[in-house]
């Protein structure tokens, strides 16, 4: 089952954030069967499947490189181009997604923390339908799962392999707030096999991160910066 929106009105971001998305985007919210055989530990890469396919389908169809940024937006540069967003309802799940198709980049959007763009800005031709890029994207989401299924083990590898190919902010500096371990800052060194951020945040310590998100950088902060941690 998928729901397509025009626009939204009362949108959930995370943390339960109220989200408004303009006409001209793609918003998507698609239900889809949670994988039984699936240990719960592996659910955190329920929605980095989403993240994947729209990356992968925006590089097929439009030619556009894009990257991950952990744990749920697709960045085209250093400017936000979509949000995704996974819940687990019962014995099924659901992968939202709003990408900036055509829409009008609202001057708040432009301003925060992180910018935001849209597809129309940097497509090779003239944006088409967004049916199509839609079909490809939940086929690449359901290829995805389906591996997941079929080979656990040999599946994780994989999308560790491809998501961390993609991933926006690897090797560089990053500042993580509202994390298990309260705000951490350090060196983003990739995933683990459960989908979590691994951070270097001094020389021979790395934590693991299941939650979060990330937030810019100062450019003169040391690349190993006072951390808040958990004992």
């Known amino acids: 089952m998928v729901f397509l929106a025009e626009e939204q009105t009362r949108g959930r971001g995370r943390s339960d954030r109220a989200w408004h998305s303009g006409p001209g985007g793609l918003y998507v919210t698609a239900a889809l069967p949670l994988p039984m055989r699936l240990p719960p530990g592996y659910h955190g890469w329920l929605p980095l499947l989403g993240a994947l396919a729209c990356a992968e389908t925006l ?15 697709l960045f085209r540069g250093e400017a936000k181009l979509a949000g995704l967003l996974g819940d687990c309802l019962g014995d099924g799940y659901l992968i939202g997604m709003g990408l900036n198709w055509a829409n009008e980049i609202e001057p708040a959007a432009l301003a925060g923390r992180f910018p935001a763009t849209c597809l129309a800005q940097h497509a090779r031709a003239p944006l088409e339908g967004r049916l199509p890029f839609l079909l490809h994207w939940l086929d690449r989401v359901q290829l995805l799962q389906r591996r997941l299924i079929d080979d656990l083990e040999a599946a994780v590898d994989h999308l560790a392999a491809r998501a961390e190919a993609a991933l926006w902010g690897r090797a ?5 707030e509202q994390t298990e371990l309260g705000a951490v800052a350090g060196e983003l060194l990739g995933l683990t096999r459960r989908a979590a951020a691994r951070v270097r945040v001094a020389p021979g310590r790395v934590v693991e991160l299941h939650c979060g998100h990330q937030t810019p950088a100062s450019g003169d902060d040391p690349l190993y910066d006072h951390i808040e941690v958990l004992a």
């Open 172 to 176: 560089r500096r990053v500042h993580f």
């Open 59 to 73: 590089d097929e169809i439009h030619g556009l490189q894009t990257r991950i940024k952990w744990p749920n937006d």
